[in-house]
């Protein structure tokens, strides 16, 4: 089974510095997806940056890049030029590719605290 | 476009009386999920459906908790009789049945329920 881990419950950063989050996953599957999802007080979870694991070439939108290590499972998001709007919760999730049942299974989590 | 719809946004009951939440997903996405999120978690999936038939229902306390989908589009989920431990954040999603391309899930702001 799949699992994806989260190892720092928060993190905080400085307005206008850049802050980077950590995910590792385990599975055994060659092809597969990774999402960076945020979740803001009103609970809502919003896609901030998505990873195909066939795609060698490292995501970008904006201000938030990954740093995706296939062979290492890890995939890290990186914030810069950290904004108060960016404080919220910060969830890592792995969805197979092939896997027929879409499932999206989630990591438990970063909290980020922006201070201005 | 719209998006995923959920209601109540806000329950509280006490336990042993019964619950249900109402789910209307993005028009046109063949799978839906419901997911549970205890407080300090990541959300956990409870139940999966492709158009109207069930996926995934493994982690679904099928003795208390109950999910239909009729006709394919807008979902029910029921708790009866509620526990303490069910309090937590209801989340619904929903996203198109595909290996490639757009592979997001889309979530509803999700129901906070409260066990007293």
């Known amino acids: 089974a799949q699992t994806v881990t989260q190892s720092q419950p928060e993190m905080s950063v400085q307005e206008a510095e850049t802050v980077t989050l950590s995910c590792t996953y385990d599975?055994?599957?060659?092809?597969?997806?990774l999402f960076w999802y945020k979740q803001p007080p009103s609970r809502q979870m919003i896609l901030v940056i998505r990873?195909?694991?066939?795609?060698?070439q490292n995501a970008t939108e904006n201000r938030f890049s990954v740093n995706f290590q296939k062979a290492a499972k890890s995939f890290s998001l990186k914030i810069s030029d950290s904004q108060l709007g960016d404080a919220a919760m910060y969830f890592c999730?792995?969805?197979?590719?092939?896997?027929?049942?879409?499932?999206?299974?989630f990591g438990t989590g970063t909290r980020l605290k922006v201070l201005a | 476009e719209a998006g995923v719809a959920q209601s109540p946004r806000y329950k509280i009951i006490e336990k042993r009386q019964s619950v249900a939440f109402w789910c209307n997903p993005i028009?046109?996405?063949?799978?839906l999920y419901w997911y549970q999120q205890i407080l300090g978690q990541g959300p956990k999936l409870l139940i999966q459906?492709?158009?109207?038939?069930?996926?995934?229902d493994s982690q679904l306390p099928k003795d208390r908790f109950s999910a239909e989908r009729l006709k394919g589009v807008d979902s029910t989920l029921k708790i009866q009789p509620a526990k303490l431990e069910d309090s937590a954040v209801y989340l619904c999603?929903?996203?198109?049945?595909?290996?490639?391309?757009?592979?997001?899930?889309?979530f509803g702001q999700g129901t906070r329920l409260t066990v007293v």
């Open positions: 990873q195909e694991a066939y795609k060698q």
């Open positions: 459906f492709q158009n109207n038939g069930v996926v995934d």
């Open positions: 028009s046109g996405h063949a799978t």
């Open positions: 999603a929903s996203s198109e049945a595909r290996d490639r391309g757009n592979t997001e899930a889309f």
């Open positions: 599975t055994s599957e060659s092809d597969y997806y």
């Open positions: 999730a792995y969805r197979g590719a092939y896997s027929g049942t879409y499932k999206y299974i």
